[in-house]
C-alpha cells in the first residue's frame, strides 16, 4: 500500500470508529429510549471542545492568538474522560429543560433549539470558545513515543479507537440487554404505563441523555485528538440528522445495526467520496450529498422501516436466561448438522 | 365526653400512631376525599369521597363520563386533583408522582389498553416486576451474572401467569400484534407482576370473551381470598354481582351511593342515574 492511501484509508477508519461511537450515543437515547434528541451534536462538540482545551497548553502558546478556558497540557487520556464526563453532565441541565414535562413532538422542538442556541453561542463567543475560528493545533495524544513518523502514529490511532469502540460496545451492550435496557424500551412505547408500573420516567429519560451524552463526547474527543482543530461549524445541527440517518437505516436500536448504517451513511456516502487526509473537514457536507442521504433515508422509511439490520427480539430459555446471538448460532449450527447426519445416513 | 375519652385516652392515641407509622393492617386500605378536577369547563369529578376497604373487591360502577376513570387516575398520580386529599395505607399520597404511587404498591391498569407495543408479551410482564437489581446503571454494567438469577425467577413467575392466562403460546409475539382482549390480558398480567398491594383496575373485562371473563373474574376472587385489595369499574353488572361487594356508585362527578349491589337495585336515585339512564 503506498503511503498515501495508507493515510487515506487510517483516516476513514478513525472517522468511523468516531462516527459509530455516536451513533451508539444517539441509538441508546432515540431507538431505545425514544427520546427525539435533536441535539445530539451538542453533546459531540462539548466533548471535542473539553478535550482539546485540557490537551491544549496555555492560552499564550503560539503566540497567544486563540482564546480558551483550561489550557492545562493535561497528559492522555485525562481530556478524554473528561470530555466524557462533561458529556454526561451537561445531559442534565439540557435533559431538565427539554424532556421533563414535555411530550415528545415538543421535546424534539426543544432540543432543535438548544442545539441551535448552543452553536451561536459558540460561534459568537470569542472568550471562551475563539469564537468562529475555532481552536487548533491541538496536541496529538501520545505523538512523542512516534518520534515522527506520522503513517505509523496513524495506525496507532486506528488501533485506539477500535480498543474504545470494542469497550464502549460492550457497555451499550450490557446496558440494552439488562432490565435498564428492558426499561428504557418500556418508557419509550408507553410513558404513562411506565410510570404506573414504578418507573421514575424523569429519572430514565435523563440517564439514557448522561450515557448517549458521555458517548457522543467521547467521540468528540477522540476525532479533535485526531484532526487538532475544533470550530463550531462543524457542528452544526444538521449533523444529527446524518447520525440518526445512518441509525435508522442500519436498524434502530440494534447496535450492529448502527455500524452498518454508519459505514453506509456518513462513511460511504459523506466522507468516503469526498475525504482526503489532507483536508481536515469534519461534518463539511455539500448539497449533493445531502440529497443523496435524504433520499436513501425516505426510501428506507418507506419501504424497511426497521432498516437493515431490525431490533432483536429478546427471548428467554426454557431456565429463564436471555437467548443470545451466541445461542442462537449455535443452535442453528446444530439443527444443521442434525440435518446433514439424518440425509448421509 | 365519650368522644373527648376516647380522644384523651393516651392508650388509643398511641396505637393509633403506631398503626399508621407501620403500616399496619387498618380496615381502609385507600381514602379519597373530597377530591375535586376539572377539564376546562368540564367537571369531570365534583367532590367524590370513596374508602377501600381491604381484602375486597370493591365495585365502581357509573353511566359513561360519570368520571370513574379520572378518580383511578387522580388516585394513582397519573393526574392531579385540584382539591382533596388521598390517603394510602395511612400515607397521604395526594401530592406524590404517579412511579413513588406504584412503587408503595398501588398499582393501576389503564382502560384503554396501555401494552408495550414493541416487547414481546413476557417481557410486558417482566418489566413490571418491582426492585430488580439489573435496572439501575451499574447493575447493568456490572453484567448478566449480578442480574441473571433474579431475572430468571421473573421469568418463571411470568411463565406461570402466562399459563393461567392461557397466553403461553403468545410468550414470544409483540405486543402490538396483539387482539384487543389478548391486550387486557397483558394489562392485567402486568399489573399482577408488580405484586401489588391495591390494584385498581379499570375495566378488565371489556372486550374479553364471556368464558374467559369468568375465568378471570374466579382468579380476582382467589387473589381477593389470598388477601389482595382491589377496586374495580366495570359496566358488566352481572361481573359486578359476582366479585364486587361493596359497590360504589358515581354518576357526574359525585358519589351518589354505597353499598351491595342488590342494596342498590333498590335506590330511587341510583336507578335513575344509572339502571335507567
Ligand atoms: N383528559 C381529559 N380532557 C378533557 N376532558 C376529560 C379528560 N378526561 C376525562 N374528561 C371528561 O371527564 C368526564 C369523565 O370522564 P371519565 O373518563 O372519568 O369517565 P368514566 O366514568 O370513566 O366513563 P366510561 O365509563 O365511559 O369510561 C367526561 O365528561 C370526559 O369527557
Ligand atoms: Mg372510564
Redesign the pocket.
Known amino acids: 500500500m503506498s503511503s498515501a492511501f495508507q493515510f487515506y484509508v487510517t483516516t476513514l477508519l478513525i472517522y468511523a470508529g468516531v462516527d459509530i461511537l455516536a451513533a451508539w450515543g444517539l441509538n441508546l437515547q432515540f431507538g431505545t429510549a425514544g427520546l427525539l434528541s435533536f441535539a445530539f451534536i451538542v453533546f459531540q462538540a462539548a466533548g471535542a471542545y473539553t478535550a482539546g482545551v485540557l490537551a491544549l497548553g496555555p492560552q499564550t502558546d503560539n503566540g497567544g492568538y486563540q482564546h480558551y478556558i483550561g489550557g492545562y497540557a493535561l497528559p492522555f487520556p485525562i481530556p478524554i474522560l473528561a470530555a466524557m464526563a462533561v458529556g454526561a453532565v451537561i445531559a442534565v441541565p439540557i435533559g431538565l429543560i427539554a424532556l421533563r414535562r414535555l411530550r415528545s413532538d415538543y421535546q424534539a422542538v426543544a432540543l432543535l433549539v438548544v442545539s441551535i442556541i448552543a452553536s451561536s453561542i459558540a460561534t459568537n463567543e470569542t472568550e471562551l470558545f475563539n469564537g468562529a475560528a475555532g481552536i487548533s493545533l491541538v496536541p496529538h495524544p501520545l505523538a512523542d513515543q512516534f518520534g515522527g513518523d506520522l503513517l505509523t502514529y496513524q495506525w496507532f490511532y486506528v488501533g485506539f479507537t477500535a480498543a474504545v469502540c470494542l469497550v464502549a460496545y460492550l457497555i451499550v451492550h450490557r446496558v440494552t440487554h439488562s432490565p435498564l435496557g428492558r426499561a428504557f424500551r418500556a418508557m419509550r412505547d408507553n410513558e404513562q404505563a411506565a410510570s404506573a408500573l414504578a418507573k421514575d420516567i424523569t429519572g430514565l429519560r435523563l440517564l439514557a441523555f448522561a450515557i448517549g451524552g458521555a458517548l457522543g463526547a467521547l467521540s468528540g474527543a477522540i476525532l479533535v485528538l485526531f484532526i487538532g482543530t475544533w470550530a463550531p461549524s462543524a457542528w452544526l445541527y444538521p449533523e444529527t440528522f446524518v447520525l440518526l440517518a445512518a441509525i435508522i437505516v442500519g436498524g434502530t436500536n440494534n447496535s450492529l445495526g448502527t455500524v452498518v448504517g454508519v459505514l453506509l451513511v456518513p462513511i460511504g456516502f459523506a466522507e468516503g467520496s469526498r475525504f482526503l487526509p489532507e483536508i481536515g473537514h469534519p461534518g463539511l457536507i455539500d448539497a449533493g450529498q445531502w440529497i443523496a442521504i435524504g433520499l436513501m433515508l425516505l426510501i428506507f422509511l418507506w419501504f424497511r422501516p426497521q432498516g437493515i439490520l431490525p431490533e432483536r427480539k429478546h427471548r428467554y430459555a426454557n431456565d429463564g436466561r436471555l437467548v443470545t446471538v451466541l445461542d442462537e448460532l449455535a443452535g442453528w449450527l446444530r439443527r444443521s448438522l442434525a440435518l446433514i447426519q439424518r440425509s448421509s445416513r | 365526653m365519650a368522644a373527648s375519652l376516647v380522644g384523651s385516652n393516651p392508650k388509643i392515641l398511641s396505637l393509633n400512631s403506631v398503626a399508621s407509622a407501620t403500616g399496619l393492617r387498618t380496615a381502609t386500605v385507600l381514602q379519597a376525599q373530597d377530591i375535586w378536577r376539572d377539564?376546562?369547563g368540564?367537571i369531570?369529578?365534583a367532590g367524590a369521597t370513596i374508602n377501600v376497604p381491604r381484602g375486597r373487591i370493591t365495585g365502581l360502577i357509573?353511566?359513561?363520563?360519570?368520571?370513574?376513570?379520572?378518580?383511578v387516575?387522580i388516585i394513582s398520580g397519573a393526574?392531579k386533583p385540584r382539591s382533596g386529599v388521598i390517603t394510602f395505607e395511612g400515607v397521604d399520597i395526594t401530592a406524590e408522582a404517579a412511579h413513588r404511587i406504584a412503587h408503595r404498591g398501588l398499582v393501576r391498569t389503564f382502560?384503554l389498553s396501555s401494552e408495550f407495543g414493541r416487547l414481546t408479551v413476557l417481557e410486558n410482564l417482566l418489566v413490571a416486576a418491582p426492585h430488580q437489581v439489573g435496572e439501575s446503571l451499574i447493575g447493568a454494567v456490572l453484567g448478566k451474572r449480578y442480574w441473571q438469577n433474579q431475572e430468571a425467577a421473573l421469568v418463571h413467575q411470568a411463565r406461570e401467569l402466562l399459563i393461567r392466562f392461557g397466553m403461553s403460546a403468545k410468550e414470544e409475539e409483540y405486543a402490538e400484534n396483539l387482539s384487543g382482549g389478548q391486550r387486557r390480558l397483558v394489562e392485567i398480567m402486568r399489573a399482577l407482576m408488580a405484586k401489588p398491594k391495591l390494584l385498581l383496575l379499570?375495566?378488565p373485562l371489556a372486550g374479553v370473551n364471556p368464558s374467559l371473563g369468568q375465568e378471570i373474574l374466579g382468579y380476582l376472587e382467589a387473589l381477593r381470598d389470598d388477601g389482595l385489595t382491589m377496586l374495580m369499574?366495570e359496566?358488566d353488572l352481572a361481573a359486578v354481582e359476582r366479585v364486587c361487594n361493596p359497590v360504589i356508585v358515581?354518576a357526574q362527578?359525585k358519589v351518589l351511593a354505597q353499598g351491595t349491589l342488590n342494596d342498590l337495585r333498590n335506590q330511587q336515585e341510583v336507578l335513575d342515574a344509572y339502571f335507567i339512564g
Open positions: 377539564f376546562g368540564v369531570a369529578v357509573g353511566p359513561n363520563g360519570a368520571g370513574k376513570s379520572t378518580l387516575n393526574i382502560q379499570d375495566e369499574i359496566h358515581m362527578g
